[in-house]
């Protein structure tokens, strides 16, 4: 498991640096890979505005879940705030872990591709063109086998040189078939 994830990372940042040449000139415009799957940050360092928080607001449809079912995940400016970007993982919660856990749809139909996948088909989600967005709905799936509590962790991209990385949802806790927290 290690092992496919670190060459799945050494794949993103071969593409990444590819990717570097195109995206001087064409922006990040058809999404990620330029953004690494494990530190959630787009390749150009140190452009981000760490020191304002986030005008971007993560809302979830459901605080709990059992295995199987799935949870709509909302980005959109707290203010009306638009987006170029975004790039969405469930991870597990009060976990080094950086696997993304579970798959993504888009509910909206903003543009949307799926990203560092995992040999079990777990995957997280991206923007796929740089139009401006007011709002992208996610739908998560949980795996079918239990996965624990998990927080939604995303970076959202305003502008080139504007992005806010590793933001969190609240955490979505897992319950068994009777309802009780298992997480
Ligand atoms: C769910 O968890 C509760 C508390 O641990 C337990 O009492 C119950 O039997 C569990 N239900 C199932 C279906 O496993």
Redesign the pocket.
Known sequence: MTVSRRMNNAGMLIAAMLLLYAGESRGYGTGPPEIACSSMRPSHYGASDPFTPSPYTITVSKQKYKAGESIDVTLKGANGEKFKGFFVQARKHNSQSVIPVGTFTEVTSVGSKNLCRQRNGDHAISHSNSNQKSEVVLRWTAPAKSAGDIVFRVTVVMAYDTFWDNQESAVVKE??????V?G
Do not use: K, L, M, R
């Open positions: 319950v068994n078939s009777s309802g009780a298992i």
